[in-house]
Nanobody
Framework: QVQLVESGGGLVQAGGSLRLSCEGS????????MGWFRQAPGKEREIVAG????????YYADFVKGRFTVSRDNARNTVYLQMNSLKPEDTAVYYC???????????????WGQGTQVTVSS
């Protein structure tokens, strides 16, 4: 089992940047694919990005390509989401998740963090 804790959210102006972190517990963190999801008020949760356990494969939703970068440091049991050129529509609660199946599919993830709020002002 993996426990996940996100950090790094906050309030930023449009065009600004934030880096989210997600630290996992347990010695098996490095065996899990990791994903970032978000959920805005009144909307369904959607996948933002994912990275395979060995860092070879990444996935990005079209709406963040070129702006967000996912990375991981298995020695630190941490996955990151660097978010640049933020837009007001990026405002949401961001969640990290761990799984051992598909990177680009919510049901591919089994463990979820509590989320961190990102608010982008115009």
């Amino acid at each position: 089992q993996v426990q996940l804790v996100e950090s790094g959210g906050g309030l930023v102006q449009a065009g600004g940047s934030l880096r989210l972190s997600c630290e996992g517990s347990g010695r098996t963190f490095s065996t899990y694919n990791m994903g970032w999801f978000r959920q805005a008020p009144g909307k369904e949760r959607e996948i933002v990005a994912g990275i395979s356990w060995n860092r070879i494969t990444t996935y990005y939703a079209d709406f963040v390509k070129g702006r967000f970068t996912v990375s991981r440091d298995n020695a630190r049991n941490t996955v990151y989401l660097q978010m640049n050129s933020l837009k007001p529509e990026d405002t949401a609660v961001y969640y990290c998740a761990a799984g051992q199946r598909r990177l680009d599919y919510g049901p591919g993830y089994d463990y979820w963090g509590q989320g961190t709020q990102v608010t982008v002002s115009s």
